[in-house]
């Protein structure tokens, strides 16, 4: 089993749409979480931050259930702009090491 | 801008030669980690330096091996260069979070783009 385990995607939405990303992680020890995005060809970037009370950043909402083992992604209202692969990242330490990566989840917004 | 550069950009190699990838990390960050990301896959983590020592170690062989200077700068190195080596490499800094700090955030230079024919 993967560490990290994410949608196989692509998702192809339409302008204004909701999409859901879903992430599972293995090791119940992990302690961060995020999400970043990859954009064709670029470097990933932090999209935001998980917590444990799931967190809003304007369209993006996260949620993590650790009993579950489970992140979600939720992007409102889709923009062109979002077409991108959505990276889950555990962090299984508060000290830097061994970020682990899915595989990713592209997203295509369509017009 | 993450303010965390790579270079060079773009390489071409053959099999069996060696190469060095470098890294600057953001002003402040004094942690360097290193990811391999193949086509069509997420990145894959290979080591971290702290304060010029490694400090973590992904599953890859000791062909790869890394430096890390005390300007924090950073170097992979990947000896007898092998196909499956092509992929982008990512450098990503961070500052080592001291005591109550609960997230350590990484931030991703734009990577070397290593083809191995």
């Known amino acids: 089993r993967k560490e990290v385990e994410q949608d196989p995607g692509p998702f192809n939405v339409p302008e204004g749409a909701t999409v859901a990303f879903n992430c599972t992680y293995s090791n119940s020890a992990s302690q961060s979480f995020f999400w970043y995005r990859q954009d064709c060809r670029k470097e990933p970037k932090l999209l935001m931050s998980v917590y444990s009370s799931g967190n809003e950043d304007g369209r993006f909402t996260a949620q993590l259930n650790r009993a579950s083992q489970y992140i979600s992604l939720l992007i409102r209202d889709s923009k062109l702009s979002d077409s991108a692969t959505y990276l889950c990242v555990v962090n299984e330490d508060n000290y830097g090491q061994n970020f682990v990566f899915g595989p990713g989840t592209r997203l295509s917004v369509l017009p | ?117």
């Open chain 2, 1 to 117: 801008e993450t303010g965390v550069t790579q270079s060079p950009t773009h390489l071409i190699k053959t099999r069996g030669q060696q190469v060095t990838l470098r890294c600057s990390s953001q002003s402040g960050h004094n942690t360097v980690s290193w990811y391999q990301q193949a086509l069509g896959q997420g990145p894959q983590f290979i080591f971290q330096y702290y304060r010029e020592e490694e400090n973590g170690r992904g599953n890859f062989p000791p062909r790869f091996s890394g430096l890390q200077f005390p300007n924090y700068s950073s170097e992979l190195n990947v000896n007898a260069l092998e196909l499956d080596d092509s992929a982008l490499y990512l450098c990503a800094s961070s500052p080592r979070p001291t005591s109550g700090v609960t997230k350590n955030i990484q931030y991703f230079g734009a990577g070397t783009r290593l083809s191995v024919l």
